[in-house]
Structures are given as C-alpha cells and as structure tokens.
C-alpha cells in the first residue's frame, strides 16, 4: 500500500527565494518564508504565496531551503512556469531526494495554443514540401541539359 504524501506540513524555517526577468528586462530576486509567524501567535497556514509582479516569462530559479541539519537541505529548480502550483517535499530521510510536482491549472488558451502549434507546423510543413519540389525540378532540367550536352574532346 503506498502511503500518501504530507501535503500541508508545517515546515519552520523553510525559504523560498525566485529569480525573474520582469518586463523592462531586468533582473529581480525576492525570498519569503514559509511560516514568518514568531511565538504567542495563531499558527500560519502551510504554504506561501507570492507574487511575480509585471513579468511574461519564466522565473530563471526558484530556490527552497530549509534549516535541516542535513548535506541536501535546499533544491534549486530553474524555467518554473509562472500562474503554476508548485509543491515540494523535503526528503524524510538521509540521502534522500527532494520530491517536486508542478500542477498547471488549465485555461481557455489551450485549445488556441494547440490550434497555432499545428497551423504553424503545416505551414512549415507545405514550405519544405514546395522547396524539396522545386530542388527535384531543377536537377532534373540539369540531368537532361547534361545529357544533352556534348562531350568535344572526347571526340
């Protein structure tokens, strides 16, 4: 039987820090932390959110660490798709790895999506067709204008 995963573990000390290119093209970090509540206080709930500000393209490195005493006590993870789900489970034991899920909520540009990847590859498509077709006419017409054309010194 295979156990479930923690979802929604509480986790002190763990940070997360992000690395994105907004949309003037520089470069901007942030980090939060996962449970920034100090003692006396209600108890803040398991996960972060946090906002990319103005930006149309991937974050470069989203970086997770934790205050574990262990050698792998961080995962670094690069071209993570913005307006996503990321969950991220430390490893329970010694040496072992970090497990990381990317959840994509889908919308209703999708289908458009798809529709423009298949459009531009069957334009692609029927523009090498035409090319390879337009190469075999001319080395046919240079097949014949060679067998047409007369050896002199061979005679």
């Known amino acids: 039987m295979k156990m479930p995963l923690p979802f929604g573990v509480s986790y002190p000390g763990a940070s997360y820090k992000y690395t994105v290119l907004d949309t003037s093209g520089h470069r901007s970090a942030a980090q939060v932390g996962q449970l920034p509540q100090t003692s006396y206080h209600a108890l803040q709930t398991p996960y972060s959110f946090f906002g990319l500000g103005r930006t149309n393209n991937y ?82 017409l240079e097949r014949r204008r060679a067998s047409h054309h007369i050896n002199f010194d061979a005679l």
């Open 59 to 140: 974050i470069e490195n989203l970086f997770v660490g934790s205050t574990v005493h262990a050698k792998e006590h961080y995962i670094a993870m690069e071209g993570v798709i913005p307006n996503s789900k990321v969950v991220i489970l430390p490893s329970a034991s010694e040496g072992e790895a970090w497990k990381r899920q990317l959840f994509l909520r889908p919308g209703e540009w999708i289908p458009w999506v798809t529709v423009t990847v298949v459009a531009g590859t069957a334009l692609l498509a029927i523009i090498v067709f035409v090319l390879h077709l337009n190469e075999k006419r001319e080395d046919e």
